[in-house]
């Protein structure tokens, strides 16, 4: 019986090896190239690595700031922290760019699969790893570099180490620096933060399972320590203080900072942006999701409610009867994601990043009860049902999917800056339809010189545009230009018939054309 329960273990570790293998292949694979083109944020993210990689400043000249200021309302710092040194290994290219945020994705499938082991049992933990390493919503936000998609990652180490923490107090003072990092991963965190801990150290604590001691005091401190810059971050944009500037940190004040996200617009908007996120598996924005397949594949939404249930009503049992349940802690992040969504303008996939690894652990719980009242065989049939719609869905997305999201992502423009570049020594206009962090991520300009030459043209604005930096300068409206021949022109390859109508030769990329004399 022993060898017998030795082999089945072995064989479960192998599952487990495949599994995490699928889910990084599906993570990792032509990385630089799907999603096609660069996302105007992650080509902000990844010129400030950049930047700071070489120059020490950002792109508005701070030294390692708290925050950075990209468009001028800011961007969360740690992505462009954490690509730094990918950047300074590989040069600054897409595969450098996103290989940080797939690597976390790659880390949190093994993270939640110990966490689901820690507070279910090996089964639940095996089918939530099976659905995490096939999921839509993952695989798509991992493969591009937003800053704010660290923030699930970040939240699952901190809630592992937390849970570890329990048993082995030593993990809370990890569990402390990984809750501190995600409050730079995502401003909204910042107003959702508190009230996690509060709810995990109380509930710890009302069950003994956490005590006050040197280590949880040292937890404590170091989540204070990580939050300091960021409350004097706010007290620089309330205007309470004046920036901070020093050789190693800098805490700026930004050029529109957005503090009316929280609490503003309706609430019946809200409650159906909600709606759309969690029942329809979609936010309308092409970039979030593929919309045939949803973020969580919609023929499992009858799982994920079955295990929501289950896991809620389980708890008020548990609570009733003042025992503890480890799994509170998934259930409370739902939760604190749900109240969420009520009260942020605008939300969306990405707004509600809170939600979604619970959603997961959820239609592990609710595929593994139903299929134990219907019989044990149908497992099976699910896993497979599952894997088709894997199948189907990374077809989609390496296909169709890519061609809508490569004009999202102005696919061609980054050669078409390189061809430009490589073709003359003067002026290069570019169209409005590029965004200048897109132009200064594949010009690689030297920050001194985007610094010495950059003029905008709303500052200041949330969202700030140029007039031109360096050799670039950018058309203001959406018309056709006034052509100089001394200028080359990158322009929509819709258009390509009026430069060849005026004789310019005329090299295409994708949605983008060079066109020169």
Not at 295 to 314: A, D, E, P
Not at 378 to 401: D, K, M, N, P, Q
């Amino acid at each position: 019986m022993e060898k017998i329960k030795k082999i089945v273990k072995k064989q479960q570790y192998i599952v487990v090896f495949v599994l995490i293998l699928i889910g990084s292949l599906a993570r990792l694979l032509f990385l630089s190239s799907y999603p096609g083109g660069v996302s105007q944020d992650e080509a902000f993210s990844a010129y400030d690595a950049f930047s700071l990689a070489n120059y020490g400043v950002d792109c508005f000249g701070y030294r390692f700031p708290v925050y950075n200021t990209s468009w001028g309302s800011g961007m969360s710092a740690l992505y462009s922290w954490l690509s730094i040194p990918f950047i300074k290994l590989f040069g600054l290219n897409m595969w450098s760019v996103r290989l940080a945020q797939s690597l976390l994705g790659i880390i949190s499938l093994v993270v939640l699969y110990l966490l689901m082991k820690k507070v279910t049992n090996d089964k639940i933990a095996f089918i939530t790893l099976f659905l995490f390493a096939i999921s839509p919503w993952h695989i798509v936000m991992v493969r591009w570099g937003l800053d704010s998609a660290t923030t699930p990652a970040f939240l699952l180490l901190a809630m592992y180490f937390f849970v570890l923490g329990l048993e082995r107090e030593n993990y809370l003072l990890l569990s402390a620096v990984f809750y501190g990092l995600s409050l730079y991963c995502y401003a909204f965190l910042w107003t959702l933060l508190p009230f996690i801990l509060l709810f995990q150290i109380g509930y710890a604590y009302v069950h003994k399972k956490i005590k006050f001691s040197y280590i949880s005091i040292g937890a404590a401190i170091i989540i204070l320590l990580f939050a300091l810059p960021l409350m004097l971050f706010l007290l620089v944009n309330y205007d309470i203080v004046g920036e901070i500037k020093t050789s190693f940190i800098s805490i700026p004040k930004i050029a529109y900072f957005r503090s009316g996200e929280v609490g503003s617009g309706g609430f019946m908007g809200k409650l159906y942006s909600y709606y759309r996120v969690l029942f329809l598996q979609d936010d309308g924005n092409i970039w979030n999701s593929v919309p045939e397949y949803g973020i969580h594949y919609k023929f499992g939404l009858v799982f994920v409610f079955v295990g929501l249930f289950y896991s809620l009503w389980n708890c008020l049992i548990n609570l009733k009867n003042k025992s503890y349940n480890p799994f509170i802690y998934v259930i409370f992040q739902f939760l604190i994601g749900s109240f969420a969504a009520l009260v942020v303008d605008k939300c969306d996939i990405n707004k509600l990043n809170l939600l979604h690894i619970p959603t997961i652990a959820f239609a592990g719980i609710g595929i593994y009860k139903l299929c134990k009242v219907i019989g044990k065989y149908t497992i099976y049939l699910v896993l497979v049902i599952y894997l088709v719609g894997f199948g189907f869905f990374e077809y989609s997305y390496f296909t169709s999917y890519n061609e809508l999201i490569s004009k999202e992502f102005n696919a061609g423009l980054m050669e078409a800056v390189e061809f430009a570049m490589d073709i003359t020594r003067g002026t290069i206009c570019v169209t409005d339809k590029a965004y200048h962090s897109q132009v200064m991520l594949a010009s690689q300009i030297p920050t001194p010189e985007y610094l010495d030459t950059v003029v905008y043209t709303n500052y200041p604005s949330i969202w700030l545009e140029v007039a031109s930096f360096g050799r670039f300068e950018f058309q203001e409206k959406e018309i056709l230009p006034k052509l100089s021949e001394d200028k080359v022109y990158i322009w929509e390859s819709s258009q390509v018939d009026y430069f060849k109508r005026l004789e310019y030769q005329v090299k295409e990329f994708d949605n983008f054309i060079v066109a020169y004399k």
